[in-house]
C-alpha cells in the first residue's frame, strides 16, 4: 500500500523540480574576470554580474561546450575582451551543468 503512495509523492516532486528550471536572457555588461580552458569538453570563464537570469547555483561561472557550433568565435571573442578591456555580456540559454555553471550561447562585446 505505501508503494502507490511513493510513486504519488515522487510524481509530484518531478512536477516541482521542472517550474524551478534556469531561464534564458542576456546579463549585463562586465569585463571578463577568468577564462579557463579545460581538458573536459568545454571551457569556463568568470563574469562579475550582478544579475544572472540563470537559475543555476553559481550567479558568476559560465561555460560552452567545445562542440558547440561557433563556440570557437566566442572564445576568440572572450579572449578578444580580456586582451582589449573590452566589456562583454553573453545570453545564458537556462541550462546548468552539474558545478552550478550557466551555459550561454552568444556574446556581446562593448567599449
Known amino acids: 500500500m505505501k508503494k502507490p503512495l511513493y510513486i504519488l509523492l515522487g510524481a509530484i516532486a518531478l512536477m516541482l523540480t521542472s517550474t524551478v528550471d534556469a531561464r534564458s536572457g542576456w546579463t549585463e555588461y562586465v569585463q571578463v574576470i577568468e577564462l579557463v580552458p579545460t581538458s573536459r569538453h568545454y571551457y569556463k570563464f568568470r563574469l562579475p554580474v550582478k544579475d544572472n537570469p540563470s537559475s ?54 562593448v567599449r
Do not use: P
Open 56 to 109: 543555476c547555483r553559481d550567479k558568476t561561472w559560465f561555460y560552452q561546450n567545445y562542440g558547440t557550433t561557433g563556440s570557437d568565435k566566442i572564445y576568440d571573442a572572450l579572449m578578444e575582451s580580456i586582451k582589449s578591456g573590452l566589456r562583454i555580456r553573453v545570453y545564458v540559454t537556462g541550462i546548468c551543468n552539474v558545478h552550478g555553471h550557466s551555459e550561454i550561447s552568444s556574446i556581446s562585446l
